[in-house]
Every structure is written in structure tokens, then in C-alpha cells.
């Protein structure tokens, strides 16, 4: 049984970094072929797709925030970091990790999700 | 990259079908076979209902369709349930040299 859960700070000042953890189980991330991507969804609108990393260590970001976050994967503890610097109020939102293989590319297994808020 | 186009809402009545679309271009939805949809009710985990573009997970019902022509990708939920109502989104893999995944803004569904 796949599970992950998102954890970290839920308020974070303007001009911050924020750093979440994703810590699975039910898979590893040394298996060929899967993947962790982070999803985020502001409040009332709509998912919208941030970072995945794969278990070679491939590594994609999306295009516009990709200056401000760096994931990585720390197969031994079954965890998955994703960091964003310089955090701005338009960066409230839910943020969630989700499971993926390679040759689907789909977001099979979500977590819970966790609410970031930015405001000073 | 610009985010996938769905109506924002539908509506239809318990045994009723509808269908949701969802409109891409040529770098996404287009060029490859990997659509996913994904059904979020209120306060929850969005859920994988529908992926590859026709395909259906193990426990999901055979009620949720979908299909593909061109850019557009559709989702299909013949005999409405309450417990459909939510929200849905698409999301398909897109070109690598531009964004990887591509959401759609999300549809509506009420059943009245």
C-alpha cells in the first residue's frame, strides 16, 4: 500500500525559503522507473504542477518557478525534499506530493497535502 | 505554457451522463497519449480516476470513460451518482523543453 505525507511549516514569512518533506511508503525510489512530483493548489484554484524527481536522480522543474526550487531525494530515509526560495504571498497554497512512474506520467498516489501560508 | 482548457462547470441528473472536456494544443494533449484525470472533492486529495487516457485504475468504477481527438481529451461519467459531484481535473504530459505536466483549470461537476 502506497501512502505519503507532506510535512512543514504552515506560515512563512515574504522573502523566506520554504522546505517540505514528503515521507512515503508502500515503494522506493531507488525502483526503476518512479518518481515524487509536488503539485500545488492556491486556495480556490486549480492543481498546478512544480517539481519531480526520479529515481536516476532526472530531475524536472517547471519552467517559470525553476530558479526558485531544488528538490531532492534521500532514498534511505524514503523522503523527498522540495525547497522554494523567496516566497511571496501568490505561493499560498496547498502543497502536495504524489507518486509517478515514467512510463505512465501520471500522479497515481497523492498525499494529504499541506497548507503553506505566506503573509508577514 | 498556458494551462489546459476545461468548461468551468457541468451539471447533469442522478443516471444522467456527461461528459467534461479538455482542450490543449499540439505540444500537450496533441502529441502524446498521456492524459490523466483526476476527481477532488471538497477539503481532499485530488484521486486518479482515469490515466494514459483511457485507462482505469484497479477500483475505479467503470462508470469513468475516457477518450481523445486531437488536442482535445474527454471524461466521460455515464449513470450520475451523488457522490460524483466534485471537482475534475485533466492534466497531460507535455513537451519536455517547454513545462512537463500541464493542468487543466478544473471543472465543476453538480449533480442536481
Not at chain 1, 515524487?36 to 484554484?45: D, E, F, L, S
Not at chain 2, 477532488?40 to 480516476?49: F, T, V
Request: aromatic fraction near 10%.
Amino acid at each position: 500500500q502506497i501512502t505519503l505525507k507532506e510535512s512543514g511549516p504552515t506560515l512563512v514569512k515574504p522573502t523566506q525559503t520554504l522546505t517540505l518533506t514528503c515521507t512515503f511508503s508502500g515503494f522506493s525510489l531507488s525502483t526503476s522507473g518512479v518518481g515524487v512530483g509536488w503539485i500545488r493548489q492556491p486556495p480556490g484554484k486549480a492543481l498546478e504542477w512544480l517539481a519531480l524527481i526520479y529515481w536516476d536522480d532526472d530531475k524536472r522543474y517547471r519552467p517559470s518557478l525553476k530558479s526558485r526550487l531544488t528538490i531532492t531525494k534521500d532514498t534511505s530515509k524514503n523522503q523527498v525534499v522540495l525547497t522554494m526560495t523567496n516566497m511571496d504571498p501568490v505561493d499560498t497554497a496547498t502543497y502536495y506530493c504524489a507518486h509517478s512512474y515514467d512510463t505512465r506520467d501520471d500522479f497515481d498516489h497523492w498525499g494529504q497535502g499541506t497548507l503553506v501560508t505566506v503573509s508577514s | 505554457q498556458s494551462a489546459l482548457t476545461q468548461p468551468a462547470s457541468v451539471s447533469g441528473s442522478p443516471g444522467q451522463s456527461i461528459t467534461i472536456s479538455c482542450t490543449g494544443t499540439s505540444s500537450d494533449v496533441g502529441s502524446y497519449n498521456l492524459v490523466s484525470w483526476y476527481q477532488q472533492h471538497p477539503g481532499k486529495a485530488p484521486k486518479l480516476m482515469i490515466y494514459e487516457g483511457s485507462k482505469r485504475p484497479s477500483g475505479i468504477s467503470n462508470r469513468f470513460s475516457g477518450s481523445k481527438s486531437g488536442n482535445t481529451a474527454s471524461l466521460t461519467i455515464s449513470g450520475l451518482q451523488a457522490e460524483d459531484e466534485a471537482d475534475y481535473y485533466c492534466c497531460s504530459y507535455a513537451d519536455s523543453s517547454t513545462l512537463n505536466w500541464v493542468f487543466g483549470g478544473g471543472t465543476k461537476l453538480t449533480v442536481l
